[in-house]
């Protein structure tokens, strides 16, 4: 029971913050919302049991892009300033856009889920995830390891290329 | 159509309300990429659309597939995959304020070369 307390907590926070995120006037306001969805992100992943995955979405998505963000938010805004509204057409097309898809799609869900799949218990150690990443047989990620080092070396010459003054 | 809503007092969660949680996400962040005229916002649009990928990776290994690891390493991945993403737009964001003093999408079209310069 517990359990269903908890995921309705973290549904309506995710439900509520994330269409505030995209809707709020103030860019500041839009990023924290956004830090809210992205913690009870990582509170979902603990409901399902991956620990490992909860502290990546915190340390990387909550920690690091979040920072990111306020920095480009502070650097490119004034405190306090406000975003010219949209014109009320565009906005109506695109909540209409996503209301149709919403309810088509879950719509799809609904009617195409008709088992109820219970949660196994099993557990990933720590150690058997640095054994499946570090590893190159079978079902062993080495390569995409170290792909992505290669792109994040990459994404920082790319960086550093792009936002220097010239 | 409404087990969802039967299984949940049976103390279960059952698949479909994780499916249906990260769809309003995705929607929402649909919605602020369309509507929204500000690079900012439409970054923080992705953000949340990316966001509700990884969570259906993440619940569609764990209910289908939990002795298997795919979803899991590609939810680890893609998240690896937005902050590189992230990094070089807030890159391109600065640049374009330093160039344009706004950073809306309408006045994009003046990152042309002029014509008569050529």
């Not at chain 1, 915190?58 to 920072?67: K, R, S």
């Not at chain 1, 990933?124 to 070396?153: A, D, R, W």
């Amino acid at each position: 029971m517990a359990q269903q307390i908890i995921f309705y907590i973290l549904a309506i926070v995710i439900s509520v913050f994330s269409i505030m995120a995209v809707s709020s006037k103030r860019l500041i306001r839009s990023a924290t919302y956004l830090l809210f969805v992205l913690l009870a992100t990582a509170g979902l992943y603990i409901l399902l049991g991956y620990y490992y995955l909860f502290a990546v979405q915190t340390a990387v998505y909550a920690g690091g892009i979040m920072i990111l963000f306020i920095f480009a938010i502070l650097l490119t805004q004034k405190p306090g300033d406000k975003i010219a509204p949209e014109p009320m057409r565009q906005r109506l097309l695109a909540i209409a856009l996503s209301v149709i898809g919403l309810a088509f799609t879950a719509h799809i869900i609904m009617h195409n889920i008709n088992r109820v799949y219970t949660l196994m218990d099993t557990q990933i150690t720590t150690k058997h995830i640095g054994m499946t990443l570090m590893g190159t047989e079978k079902f062993q990620y080495l390569l995409p390891f170290e792909l992505i080092s290669v792109l994040l070396l990459a994404c920082i010459v790319g960086g550093i290329m792009i936002a220097r003054r010239r | 159509m409404f087990d969802v809503f039967s299984n949940f007092s049976s103390g279960i969660i059952p698949m479909e309300a994780y499916l249906l949680l990260s769809l309003v996400m995705f929607f929402a962040g649909i919605y602020g990429f369309i509507s929204r005229k500000s690079l900012l916002m439409i970054l923080i649009s992705i953000e949340l659309i990316l966001n509700a990928a990884d969570i259906n990776f993440v619940v569609f290994n764990r209910y289908l597939y939990a002795g298997h690891m795919e979803g899991f390493f590609f939810a680890l991945f893609t998240i690896a995959v937005s902050a590189c993403e992230t990094a070089v737009a807030i890159a391109i964001v600065i640049n374009i304020y330093r160039n344009l003093h706004n950073v809306n999408v309408d006045s994009l079209h003046e990152l042309h070369e002029p014509e008569s310069e050529q």
